[in-house]
């Protein structure tokens, strides 16, 4: 079972990877969004949606176990988080190959530079310290494209 848990945390292993582990993470996530796009069509809003309503908490549990595994707080390796804050940058959105591309972007920007409270909330302890910090710039990412979105419509200029 630590296996199994050591797999999704690593984010299939991508968190081994020996430079930007968390690019590499996001863009794990962006590549299962596209492919459940390919596979599902428009309902891959729905499944996304559903995914991260039924794995946010599991994810923090993960975390958890990951802290207790590498002796440390939030270790490099495990990437869940960034997967987890990507998905929840592109929730509500219908499937769109320049906001994912937008979506991947912006978060890791967000991930990098850790604005305030992003930044702050990573001083939570365990699991929730390690995923709060990708959660909330996944809904500053999901914010910042509405935002885009809206200013498209308003102007007429056609960006997504």
């Known amino acids: 079972m630590k296996r199994v848990a050591h797999f999704f945390y690593t984010g299939f292993y991508t968190g081994y990877m020996p430079f930007a582990p968390g690019t590499f993470g996001t863009l794990l996530a962006s590549a299962i969004y596209c492919s459940l796009y390919m596979a599902f069509g428009d309902n891959v809003r729905f499944i996304n949606m559903g995914l991260v309503l039924i794995a946010a908490y599991p994810a923090v549990l993960l975390g958890n176990q990951a802290e207790r595994y590498f002796e440390a707080k939030d270790p490099q390796v495990v990437v869940l988080d960034e997967m987890m804050g990507y998905w929840i940058s592109i929730f509500f959105f219908p499937f769109n190959l320049k ?62």
């Open 99 to 160: 906001i994912v591309l937008a979506a991947f972007v912006i978060f890791r920007i967000f991930d990098i530079l850790k604005p305030w409270p992003i930044g702050s909330s990573q001083q939570l302890k365990g699991g929730l310290g390690i995923m709060i910090d990708d959660y909330i710039a996944g809904v500053f990412t999901n914010a910042v494209i509405w935002a885009i979105i809206g200013f498209s419509h308003f102007t007429g200029i056609a960006i997504f």
